[in-house]
């Protein structure tokens, strides 16, 4: 069975700081991917990143870094510089290599204030 | 490419009654996924096809659930006899690479059963 933990409900930050957000997961594949998406307040859930196991090399995408270390079964994601226009859920979500479905952490609620 | 649709946005119902949500994937997509997503949870599996078959069910799809894809385009899922407890954002997504693919998504049907 696959798990997905995302231990930080809510965090709440200002402007132009950085944040990190949580992920950890569970799984017996040798085999599998990661992703992050992004839903913000319109619903639309969003794709940022996918992750195979085989890749642990962390990646930077413009004020948004992942940080994904198999030794403590963990995808992290960092945003730098917050801005406003990120406050959203964000979910991080587990496919083990041979199946078709993903499953999802609940959600970190990301609130950037002014 | 205008992305993934769904209709209605949002649904009324009164217990009991049947209601059928619609979904546009993508239009080269051959894999479509339904969703369902409760307030503070992640998005949770119901059911997937590709091309106009149907692969996989949850075992979260009872049998008030149905779910069609006639000719491999759009999709609708039909539900009888509708009950406070299906009150949920349902989401669609479509993908086209094989199993590691990232999907892409709805911006949801939200259904409020009274």
């Known amino acids: 069975a696959q798990k997905v933990t995302q231990a930080q409900t809510e965090i709440s930050v200002v402007e132009k700081e950085d944040v990190t957000l949580d992920c950890v997961y569970e799984t017996r594949d040798t085999t599998y991917y990661l992703f992050w998406y992004k839903q913000p307040p319109s619903g639309e859930l969003v794709f940022l990143i996918r992750r195979n196991s085989f890749d642990e090399q962390n990646e930077i995408s413009g004020r948004y870094s992942w940080n994904f270390q198999k030794s403590t079964s963990s995808f992290n994601f960092t945003i730098t510089a917050s801005q406003v226009v990120d406050s959203a859920v964000y979910f991080c979500a587990l496919k083990p290599g041979g199946s078709y479905i993903p499953t999802f952490g609940r959600g970190t609620s990301l609130i950037v204030h002014p | 490419d205008t992305g993934v649709s769904q209709n209605p946005r949002h649904k009324i119902t009164k217990r009991g009654q049947n209601v059928t949500f619609r979904c546009d994937p993508i239009s080269e997509h051959n894999r479509l996924y339904w969703y369902r997503q409760t307030l503070g949870q992640g998005p949770e599996f119901l059911t997937y096809f590709q091309n106009e078959a149907q692969l996989e069910k949850s075992r979260l799809l009872s049998d008030r659930f149905s779910a069609e894809r006639p000719k491999g385009s759009f999709s609708t899922l039909e539900i009888q006899r509708t009950e406070q407890g299906d009150s949920a954002m349902y989401l669609c997504?479509?993908?086209?690479?094989?199993?590691?693919?990232?999907?892409?998504f709805g911006p949801g049907t939200r259904l409020t059963v009274l």
């Open positions: 997504a479509s993908s086209l690479t094989e199993t590691h693919g990232e999907q892409f």
